[in-house]
């Protein structure tokens, strides 16, 4: 089972780019998770992904944040937000069972400057985010947990450690409440089979940052240790990334290949 995460920055502006993109790979995508889709689920483009055999589950927000999970294998359970006010507000958070797997689709706020509300919110969110963890899993569950985090993890996963230290994304802090979901007992799929390579899943639109390979590590794939021993591989796909028509997304795409 190939699932994906990719943040598309709009999905009206992106849908020609994903549709090209799952058309380059032959449609070899199982379970395609979407995030910040900009756009409430009514005028989502269903019909676009169900002629591919996709069924559309979809999360979404006028203007902002939003998550979806499309995919061609049944789901079950599938669960739209926390399932409490205050943090679905925001709509960043979805959930389904596919294959035998929970798989939890997130986007994370992208915070502000220390200090600053909207600093407090992201922290506050990802504290949520465990407890509703702890409330409803234990880290022996198949739980796949993807997404946009909105935090490079380490030193290693920014261009230049020196150039954005204590910015937004590598603050202590951030860093901080990313760990704590690997001390909830999440792998970092990624890191782990791979230790030593550098490689961004973000790159500024200014500057021409995709270029230059002057990124930033923001999107994961985390899964708990049991299933982690069923990923064979995690891929960035730097082809949708490096378009320039149709308009690509600041993100590329990061898919794991399950073999369960």
């Avoid at 979407?34 to 019909?47: A, I, S």
């Avoid at 930033?216 to 990334?241: C, H, N, Q, S």
């Amino acid at each position: 089972m190939k699932v994906c995460s990719f943040n598309v920055n709009s999905i009206k502006a992106r849908k020609d780019l994903v549709l090209d993109w799952l058309a380059h790979r032959d449609h070899d995508i199982e379970v395609l998770c979407l995030q910040e889709l900009k756009t409430e689920g009514q005028v989502f483009p269903t019909e676009d992904f169900e002629k591919l055999g996709y069924r559309c589950h979809v999360f979404g927000q006028k203007a902002y944040n939003g998550v979806a999970i499309l995919t061609i294998l049944p789901a079950l359970k599938v669960e739209r937000g926390f399932g409490n006010r205050f943090w679905d507000e925001q709509k960043r958070f979805l959930r389904a069972g596919i294959e035998g797997v929970h798989i939890l689709n997130i986007y994370a706020p992208h915070g502000d400057v220390r200090g600053t509300k909207k600093f407090e919110y992201k922290r506050d969110w990802y504290k949520n985010l465990v407890s509703f963890l702890s409330k409803n899993f234990t880290a022996r569950d198949p739980l796949l947990l993807v997404g946009d985090f909105n935090v490079a993890h380490k030193d290693i996963d920014v261009y230049s450690s020196e150039a954005l230290a204590d910015m937004i994304g590598t603050m202590p802090e951030e860093r901080a409440a990313f760990q704590s979901l690997l001390d909830w007992g999440f792998v970092d799929a990624f890191r782990r089979l791979y230790p030593e390579k550098r490689q961004f899943t973000w790159w500024d639109y200014i500057g021409g940052a995709i270029w230059k390979d002057q990124g930033m590590r923001l999107d994961y794939v985390l899964a708990t240790a049991g299933l982690f021993r069923k990923i064979k591989a995690v891929e960035v796909d730097l082809w949708p990334r490096g378009r320039h028509k149709p308009t690509p997304s600041d993100h590329a795409p990061v898919i794991a290949d399950l073999h369960l």
